[in-house]
């Protein structure tokens, strides 16, 4: 007889006895009996086990919504999103393809399950194929192979694309690949939900499974657009924080610019000297991380003067002992006004010795060679070429080959004689000596350059 619970089937229940055995209809009844009690007791762990795992899914969405909360670091942010992603549906592949304004095309910003050759050379235009039918739309798809999605079977899009499509995701694994596109016995599974935010729609979360074990549901779509939110939310707070970061350099940058234009001698020093720190750290090949902190701090470097007397800044002869200590003291003034700034502790470290010299005679601390950091060895070479190549009130600037003369002698002492050889490939990569209009002989004669 058979065990179901309303109109759904769930098994049989089967009593076996020997021939001349007749069941009675009391027997048959009690056995129907056990039968229907057999499938609430059926249905009751089914319902228990799906709670349970509909509870730990959404127990690891909630996980995940925390953590991207609290993450600025986007794309560890994303990273967590793609192995919840695959947790959460049991899928095989997951990835998360932002869109490039400016291109127009999805380009895959974390993934698990890919090859890092598929991750890095995938390119989607915005209504190409599934990811790029999702952004032009704005709405998720859940799908398998050989059913595609009746909206997409709709638009222009055909099966042969879906195909491509997978091709493209699955080029890593063409054995799996294969054995998913064969004779329906391995399906492949997708869904595919859009990055939204204040209905603008800016990448995709896609969701892969492959082979019989695992068919995707509506519930894995509705979970998968919640992980998309989540993705959502880490991007939008990088952008945010992002922008937070950059006006505060802007203003802080300001603030030195203010500084400089009180002084006509110093007035673009800033920007120069940042264009010829990231000049030299590219040459350099400093990862891009650091080259961004170089930035902020050659801009924001000499900060510090803010806090030196304007008689002392804009003094046309040498300094007192007393003016002097007074002026050597602005780097470490720079760090400290950096340091408030909980994004750049980096670049108040690079600020606060941008005058320590690499033989160890510098200032504040007196550190030396690779105890100065790389970065602050670069704006000490950066500096002072910008400032030997600039017109100062205690002397006239140098032609360039001049002043990449002096900065050579001191290659050693002054300066880090790689970030030297840096500087010297970087100006003759970039422009030469004849570029510059001719400059007043210098009277810069065996004694190290005055850089403040
Ligand atoms: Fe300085």
Redesign the pocket.
Known sequence: MPVRAESKSLGVLAVYMRMPYRFSPPEIELLTSFASQAAIAVERVQMLEKNTVDAANYERLHQVSKTVASSLELKQALDNITTAALEISGGDVASIMLLDAESQELTIAAARGLADEVVRSTRVKVGEGVAGWVVEHGQSLLFQDGIVDRRLQESPYRKGHFTDYLRTFLASDEKRFTAGMTGGQSPIWAVSAPLAMKGKTFGVLNVHAMGPRRRFSEADLRLVEGLASQAAIALENSRLYERVQSLFVETLAALASTLETKDPYTKGHSERVRDLSVGIARHMALPDDQVNVLRSAALL??L??IGVDDAVLHKNGILTHEEKAQMQL??AA?GKILEYVDFLPDAARLAGA??EWYDGSGYPNGLAGEHIPLGARILMVA?AYEAMTSDRPYRVKMEPQEAIAAIKRYAGTQFDPKVVEALVSFLSGSETPEEHPAGVASKFVGTPPR??
């Open positions: 470097h000499d510090g003067k602005h780097p720079s941008h005058h500096d850089i403040s």
